[in-house]
């Protein structure tokens, strides 16, 4: 098959992507040992994009969800590469905008009776003290679109109003968006890796993440663990919670309309209940450490280039000559939400 993948200069996004360059060589390379044909694309304009439609790829793998364009609108890939109809991996533009809006994803999946942490949005200014807040303390604060931890560090954890206002305002005047307010869950954090197989079943690899302890105390998964790579990933244990984050991983999955692949953020309370966070849909493929291909490998075992032909495999099965399932047996779940 002729796969090529498209991405950007995107050293300075706060958005969800596989990675830098060196993520997507990795990618690129993997593609070529299974076999196809493979070209990386750095596009940074819509003629660019349009010499991939010329070459008439049978899939093209998104690394980014758009492109920026100064003065214009951005590009969304998904968008862009639906009207020219080309096959293109993972959600549609609808399902990506809960990629990009957490509270989006939040408000949709509770419509749906899917356990997420309660939560409100604030602006500076917008509460004029703690009796006014919709949550009581402790909180937990963040962007609300953005990813890989930006914004989020130890003062992210509010136990006042005085801390709240200022972490509000320093937030605001980053990202100058609404910020998202949430309870605090004291208990643990999980992010599934979720892959949809040619027939409709899913491979969910579900990893427990434990940041590393700060000065203060505290295990912030944050920017600054996660560029330093200093939080541990071991196997998500005991069964029956790794039972319940499954199940619920893959309520999210189905429930936001996810296709291909996406990795699902989720967290526990101190009693052990568990509570969808938010949804990484182009999620990162830096080898050796982004944790979408280090689940897999700590669940099922997956070397990076099964992970990648897995990822590839619903991709490649929409062309009109089907790609033969992968001979190689990976432990699924059917593809249906609880009940």
Known sequence: MNIEIVTTRNDGFKETGFGALKACTSVLESIKRLGHQARLNVCA??????????????LVILAVKYIVMAGKKDIWLSEFFARKQINYSGSSRKVLKFDSNKVLAKSHLRKKGIRTADYFTATPGQYRGAA???????????????ANGNGVDDLSFVTNFSEFEQKIAALYAQF???????????????????????????????????????????????????????????????????????????????????????????K????????????????????????????????????YDKVIELMLEEGLGRVPEKVPASTERVPTLSLSPAA
């Open 45 to 58: 304009t819509e003629e660019s994009l349009n010499d991939v439609v010329k070459r008439q790829p049978d």
């Open 268 to 303: 526990t309370n101190k009693r052990g209940d568990c509570f969808f966070m938010e949804a990484n849909l182009v999620p990162g493929m830096t080898l050796g450490s982004s944790y979408f291909p280090r689940a897999c490998e700590i669940e099922h075992g997956l070397s």
């Open 132 to 146: 006014q807040l919709p949550i009581m303390f402790p909180l937990f604060l963040k962007p609300s679109d953005a």
């Open 176 to 266: 100058d968006v609404p910020i998202l307010v949430e309870e605090y869950l004291g208990g643990h954090e999980f992010t599934v890796a979720i892959i949809k197989t040619l027939q409709g079943d899913l491979v969910v690899s579900p990893v427990k993440i434990v940041p590393a302890q700060s000065t203060n105390g505290l295990r912030i998964l944050g920017e600054k663990a996660k560029r330093d790579d200093s939080e541990e990933l071991m196997k998500a244990l005991p069964y029956d919670l790794a039972g319940r984050v499954k199940q619920l991983a893959v309520d999210a999955f189905v429930g936001l309309g996810i296709k291909d692949f996406g990795r699902i953020d989720i």
